[in-house]
């Protein structure tokens, strides 16, 4: 295994993932939904901590063209992959550092930033190594500033424990390589399962999480089980390392663990109160669920309010937009323990004047037909909407619009995907909602070519994006003639537009 001091795996490239998660305007609401002032995004600084081949800031710097942003890792492939789909997008706001993060690169002359966010790091270090991130965070992070921090948690993650144990004892005698350790330890469970040993049939939902391992690339179990830090924490933990460089618990993921309506099964609920401090209900609500899992927020108070906003206030200005069209809506949905109440006049109101473009609550508080709802009420209507999936907060940028940087990403990470043969989705970035969404290659091949189509005919446009995805533009080893590619692209679009993936596409804003 690496020698690297830090604990984390050098010599083995991660996965190339996106985690809308990290997205500004993701952050900025689930500060707003737990009553905390969200940051302007006409103007920030953002960090992510072991960022990897930074797929997610490439997304995020693309669709937020008022930040600035910086990506920290100490694997220089990592960076170097980052980079390479930077230059091809033409990304001008984002500066990649292949570095542990330390005390001198936090005293380098970085900016203070506005968010500081690590999605696979925390749990995977050393203990010195966390308290050299929180230095970090302690020296960069500005007042009101937002961390989000992602780990593998207790006590759900606990229990698998035996199987990595179990796993590691087998392979790592046998092997050096970290992609070999990982074949060796999985055929080790198959050995086991098809032998329906007694540890399997007495711990049914382990030998589901067994299979599920054989479904993973190799190269995310290496970095996920295999390695040699692995550090399941409480909630409890990770809020008091927080807590001890002033930052508080602001907030988690999904988003149903920030409603009380919702987060506790009801035959439970009266074990708590609405004065129940916030980290002991997420202790309780861990042991509830078995959480394997968690995706925190902590917010640094600013120095200049005694008080938080309050959710009504916090999202008062923030836009939102529906995401399906009025046919397609569901209005019976269940989130947590709580049955969303959407079909109701008012709500069906919101959902219609969110279908006509992006409205916040003040604008919606104007319309006749919602004057007489409270504030407090008209937030939380719309909260319902954001929890069941069909509407979303947009960036505050605009509605959506042409970014060069984004539609150039959306190239870069298409050419990026037709490279892998076995992958069957690329992402394709969203100006109007500050992230990206997965499509089909071949869909998101079609996309491209039609967002590009208004500066060059549909079959230049489909042309150009097969040659730079290393795609064939020959039949029968002879090149497609002009007609040839006429009918391709139009075949491609009348499939896009059959499938309703066209309308999706549009109302999501990877399109206009």
Not at 75 to 98: D, F, M, Q, S, Y
Not at 483 to 510: H, K, N, P, Y
Request: charged share 20%; with cysteine; hydrophobic share 40%.
């Amino acid at each position: 295994m690496d020698s690297n001091p830090t604990g984390y795996l050098t010599n083995v490239a991660y996965t190339d993932n996106y985690y809308e998660q990290l997205s500004p305007a993701a952050l900025n609401y689930l500060a707003g939904v737990n009553g905390h002032a969200p940051r302007s995004l006409s103007d920030f600084d953002y960090c992510e901590l072991g960022c990897g081949s930074a797929v997610s800031l490439l997304v995020h710097a693309a669709t937020h063209p008022g930040g600035r942003f910086v990506g920290i890792d100490l694997n220089p492939e990592h960076i170097a992959r980052g980079e390479k789909l930077a230059a091809a997008a033409g990304i001008r706001n984002l500066t990649l550092v292949a570095e542990p993060v330390s005390d001198a690169l936090a005293a380098s002359g970085l900016p203070a930033f506005d968010f500081i966010v690590m999605h696979g790091l925390y749990a995977w270090v050393h203990p010195e190594v966390r308290e050299v991130v929180r230095r970090f965070i302690d020296a960069r992070l500005k007042p009101g500033g937002l961390v989000l921090v992602s780990y593998n948690a207790r006590p759900g993650c606990t229990a698998r424990e035996p199987l990595r144990d179990i796993m590691r004892r087998f392979a790592l005698p046998l092997s050096q390589d970290p992609l070999e350790r990982v074949q060796l330890g999985l055929s080790y469970l198959r050995l086991m399962l098809n032998a329906q040993v007694p540890f399997f049939r007495l711990n049914p939902e382990l030998a589901k999480y067994a299979e599920s391992l054989f479904e993973r690339d190799p190269h995310y179990l290496a970095h996920d089980i295999f390695i040699d830090t692995w550090n399941p924490l409480g909630v409890e933990t990770v809020a008091g390392e927080m807590g001890d460089i002033g930052l508080q618990f602001a907030g988690s993921l999904p988003l149903w663990q920030n409603h009380p309506e919702a987060d506790i099964p009801d035959n439970l609920a009266g074990l708590f109160s609405a004065q129940t401090e916030r980290v002991t209900r997420e202790v309780h609500k861990d042991f509830i669920y078995n959480t394997v899992f968690r995706t925190d927020l902590y917010v640094r108070p600013a120095t200049d309010s005694q008080s938080l906003p309050g959710r009504t206030k916090a999202l008062w200005n923030m836009r939102f937009s529906a995401v399906v069209p009025t046919d397609a809506v569901q209005l019976s949905m269940q989130s947590g323990s709580l049955s969303l109440p959407l079909n109701t006049r008012e709500s069906r109101m919101v959902f219609g004047l969110l279908q006509d473009g992006a409205r916040s609550p003040a604008e919606l508080a104007t319309h006749t037909g919602l004057a007489h709802m409270s504030p407090d009420t008209l937030v939380e209507t719309l909260c319902w909407w954001v929890l069941s999936g069909q509407v979303r907060p947009v960036t505050q940028e605009g509605d959506g619009g042409e970014l060069p940087s984004a539609a150039g990403l959306n190239r870069a990470l298409l050419a990026a995907a037709f490279q892998e043969p076995d992958r069957e989705k690329t992402w394709l970035a969203s100006p109007r909602f500050g992230c990206a969404f997965p499509f089909d290659k071949a869909q998101a091949l079609a996309l491209c070519a039609l967002s590009d189509s208004a500066e060059q005919s549909p079959s230049t446009a489909l042309h150009e994006l097969m040659q730079e995805s290393g795609l064939s533009v020959e039949q029968d080893g002879v090149a497609m003639s002009e007609s040839e590619l006429i009918e391709l692209a139009e075949q491609l679009f009348d499939e896009l537009e059959v499938a309703g993936t066209l309308d999706s596409a549009r109302r999501l804003g990877v399109i206009e």
